[in-house]
């Protein structure tokens, strides 16, 4: 993807991020708009219903304050985070 979180950690398709020490994210590589997304994870369910899938500008991912928690593979639990 060629963006890093704050520890200068990769950022991949399929990460798990949280922006600002919240607000956990899936990152979603999606070919139709030949770009990066991201998702609340507490958003995943209601994808039938909506277009849960942001994609950020550039600068967005250089201002904010990004930490890769895990990835879908080897942290599926992650997917689980609830957020009232």
């Excluded at 979180?5 to 398709?13: A, L, S």
């Excluded at 990460?15 to 997304?37: G, H, M, Q, S, Y």
């Amino acid at each position: 993807m060629g963006r890093k979180d704050k520890d200068k950690t990769e950022i991949y398709d399929g990460d798990i991020i949280t922006v600002n020490v919240d607000f956990p994210k899936l990152v979603k590589f999606i070919p139709e708009r030949a770009a990066f997304c991201i998702a609340n994870i507490c958003d995943l369910n209601n994808q039938d219903q909506l277009d849960i899938w942001m994609q950020p500008p550039i600068s967005w991912w250089e201002k904010m304050d990004i930490d890769v928690i895990g990835n879908i593979h080897d942290n599926p639990e992650l997917l689980n985070i609830n957020l009232l």
